[in-house]
């Protein structure tokens, strides 16, 4: 069971270039999210989507986009990068959005990307 | 503004002596509140939620609170080991964390 899925593990990018973080889980969940973890900040919400076909923007969604086309992927894209989206990256699943009982969310082992 | 906080940013203790991290929110009333595991370059693992209805929750050696009155919850590890050593985040059922308390168990 692979649970969450993320690629590039490591990636360095000029500033302007853009790139996509993929991102795959296999447990049939309808939630999705894209975190960003910054050293002293806890991890900040930057989309989500509740099912394929549906996203929206979390926290800090400024430079970077998302497309939810099946239940499986949910890829992140920054379009022009900026040494300012120098962080590391991490995707989230569950079944439905929100933590409760009996929903647990599960994340990726982190997208460490440096903008130079 | 909505707020939530984990006050030490680093806590070192003995082998075998309990851990107690601590977690703040402010102008919130979180339904629920839950507690995660990070390693050094890996992702978050869930541990324990609890509701805002129950006292008390337990794991093993992990104990979690929940005082709506000082909007503050404890995560306890009786008995640490130095295999204990992480950071670990607590956030609110609605997914805001925060930055996370750095636990060191000296053996």
């Known amino acids: 069971n692979a649970g969450v899925t993320q690629t590039p593990k490591f990636q360095v990018l000029k500033t302007g270039q853009s790139m996509t973080l993929q991102c795959a889980q296999d447990?049939?969940?309808?939630?999705m999210s894209w975190y960003r973890q910054d050293p002293g900040m806890g991890l900040r919400l930057i989309h989500y989507?509740?099912?394929?076909?549906?996203?929206d923007q979390g926290e800090v969604p400024n430079g970077y986009n998302v497309s939810r086309s099946t239940t499986e992927d949910f890829p992140l894209r920054l379009l022009s990068a900026a040494p300012s989206q120098t962080s590391v990256y991490f995707c989230?699943?569950?079944?439905?959005?929100?933590?409760?009982?009996?929903?647990?969310?599960?994340f990726g082992e982190g997208s460490w990307l440096t903008v130079v | 503004s909505q707020k939530i906080e984990q006050n030490s940013e680093a806590l070192n203790i003995q082998e075998g002596k309990t851990a107690t991290l601590t977690c703040n929110y402010t102008n919130y009333s979180p339904a629920y509140l839950q507690w995660y595991r990070q390693d050094p370059g890996r992702g978050p693992v869930f541990l324990l939620l609890i509701r805002e209805n129950e006292k008390e929750k337990r794991k093993e050696r992990l104990k979690v609170t929940f005082d709506t009155t000082l909007k503050q919850s404890l995560f306890h590890i009786t008995a640490s080991q130095p295999a204990d050593s992480a950071t670990y985040l607590c956030a609110t059922g609605d997914m805001r964390f925060g930055a996370g308390t750095r636990l060191t168990v000296k053996p």
């Open positions: 989230a699943s569950s079944k439905i959005q929100g933590a409760t009982a009996g929903n647990t969310i599960y």
């Open positions: 447990m049939n969940h309808e939630y």
């Open positions: 989507s509740v099912g394929a076909g549906i996203t």
